[in-house]
């Protein structure tokens, strides 16, 4: 009988994250295998090989060097799906968490980092916020398990 393996199986047989994996299916990047009688995704050995070799033949961007246009047009398709987003949010509980503790100049929703860190960033991404002031994008990125750093003039 041929093994079948879990979502997270794959992932970490491919080295990345579930969540990676999950974006990949979504996006089409690679086939969605079949599911189970409770609705679970299971990988056969054909599935694990076509996400592992997806895996292994990416093309990652270097820091030095220019990314290649693939990476660019994957990243044109995020912003292009990001501009369509749905950013009404009026109805949205805002005072979660750290978001409440103090008032700050040019305060936003957290609705909004965390949209964007979503279609843009992978869990173990690394998101800087350059201006974080009240730190909601930091603690948005660190719910979606990513790593943060953010930088601001004002020691508050």
């Known amino acids: 009988m ?3 393996y879990s979502t997270q199986e794959v992932a970490e047989l ?3 994250h579930k969540d990676t994996l ?3 299916l979504r996006e089409g990047k690679v086939p969605e295998p079949a599911r189970n009688r409770n609705g679970w995704r299971v990988f056969s ?3 694990m090989r076509r ?3 997806y895996a292994n033949n990416l093309e990652i961007p270097s820091v030095v060097n220019e990314p290649p246009a693939s990476a660019w047009a994957t990243h044109s398709d995020r912003i292009e799906k990001l501009k369509n987003a749905d950013f009404n949010f009026e ?3 805002t005072d979660y968490l750290t978001h409440s503790i103090h008032p700050y100049p040019a305060k936003y929703i957290p609705q909004i980092p965390r949209t964007i860190i979503r279609e843009l960033a992978s869990a173990g991404d690394t998101v800087l916020d350059p201006f974080c002031g009240s730190g909601t994008t930091i603690v948005e ?3 979606l398990e990513c790593h943060a750093v953010g930088v601001d003039a ?3």
Do not use: F
């Open 2 to 4: 041929e093994h079948i």
């Open 14 to 16: 491919a080295g990345v």
């Open 22 to 24: 999950l974006r990949w």
């Open 45 to 47: 050995e054909e599935d």
């Open 51 to 53: 996400v592992t070799g």
């Open 91 to 93: 109805s949205a509980k």
């Open 141 to 143: 990125s660190m719910r």
């Open 154 to 156: 004002n020691p508050l």
